[in-house]
Nanobody
Framework: QVQLVESGGGLVQAGGSLRVSCAAR????????MAWFRQAPGKEREFVAA????????YYAESVKGRFTISRDNAKNTLYLQMNSLKPEDTAVYLC?????????????????WGQGTHVTVSS
């Protein structure tokens, strides 16, 4: 199995930037598709971005496309989400997820492992 621990969340002003990280521990890390989801208070978990192991392809939700960048550093067993031009509607708990499939899955139920999440608050 894979253990995931997010970090880097915090409070930022609208228009600012923040990078959240997901440290992964597990022998199969390099064979997993990794993704970021977010969940705002009172709302369902929402897909944000994913990066595949095969081909290293990335995929973004339309709401964050052009503003967020997902990347991974296999040497450090770490997944990143660089968030730029943040908006108040980006406020949420950001969760890292891992699933063993060759492509992108955008449904939360498709992922096998989850971190506890890191809070991101964007003020107006």
């Amino acid at each position: 199995q894979v253990q995931l621990v997010e970090s880097g969340g915090g409070l930022v002003q609208a228009g600012g930037s923040l990078r959240v990280s997901c440290a992964a521990r597990g022998r199969t890390f390099n064979s997993y598709t990794m993704a970021w989801f977010r969940q705002a208070p009172g709302k369902e978990r929402e897909f944000v971005a994913a990066i595949t192991w095969i081909g290293g392809s990335t995929y973004y939700a339309e709401s964050v496309k052009g503003r967020f960048t997902i990347s991974r550093d296999n040497a450090k067993n770490t997944l990143y989400l660089q968030m730029n031009s943040l908006k108040p509607e980006d406020t949420a708990v950001y969760l890292c997820a891992a699933g063993r499939f060759p492509g992108v899955v955008t449904t939360a139920t498709g992922y096998d492992y989850w971190g506890q999440g890191t809070h991101v608050t964007v003020s107006s």
